[in-house]
């Protein structure tokens, strides 16, 4: 098994080869598999074309015992920023799957300014009383998506002062999105009903699992028909919709879960909007 440090060494040697746009530069499996925004691409096109430099914002995930690496990190694309998400597999320090996620300008929930640094708390090692074993890392995380599902919020084990950030938005216990759902906590939004308008999340994977930091790293598939238009939130009133629901798609998601107790800490995703009913590539 490849340690922590290797992990980190080989996402480090990926990222250098890709603002270099020198794929030759990596230790490839012969079969190696790389994909972007779930279309199988050779090494060479996509990110490797318009990649131009590296953000501060680096986070890792290691999964030691699986051979494979998760990062979210910000990326320059032909100057301007993109927010990146990446799964790494690994075999006798060779790279056979690459799995990638890039969230582009356009995006309706994109702040990249905004992703300085990782939070401390996803680095944070868990005292061992504390700690979940995988199996159950993945059980937690999968009640959150079911959660969204059926509109209940109260499955989910989750500490009262949980957040979730997306795409470096906050939308939850937000004040500066005061009225809307944003600024209700991650049970309340979810059992307020105004995730209707995702009625299925499907392919759900969960690849690389940290069980020393309570990390559970999923790569989902939220179905949005584009059938809803407003919701009746309570307290809230009648909400519309954002116009981007207004349209059948897909949001590919790489959501990272910190897990403490058996309970839901914090929730970092980054997310992009694809064409309704796109496969994952990873069947």
Known sequence: MPSREELIETVDQYLNALVARDPAALQLAPAVKFTENCIPLPLGKGLWATATGLGAYKHYICDEYAGQAGFFGVIEEMGNPAIFAMRLKTEYRHITEIETLVA???????????????????????????????DELVRITNLYFDG???NDGSIIPLYPDAYRIENGVKTTSNESRRGGVGSLSIAEGISSGFFEYIPQIRDRRFPVVDEHRGLCLGFVYFEHPGNVKSVDVPRRGKLDLAPFTQKP?????????????????AIDAILEFL?????????
């Open 148 to 150: 969204i599902e059926q």
């Open 249 to 265: 798609s897909t949001a590919m998601i790489a959501e990272l879960f910190k897990i403490r107790g058996g309970k839901i800490q």
């Open 275 to 283: 064409p309704y009913g796109i496969k994952s590539g990873w069947d």
């Open 104 to 134: 582009r300008f356009g995006n309706p929930l994109y702040a990249p300014e905004a992703l300085l640094a990782p939070r401390p708390v996803f680095d944070e090692i868990v005292p061992p009383e504390e700690r979940s074993p995988r």
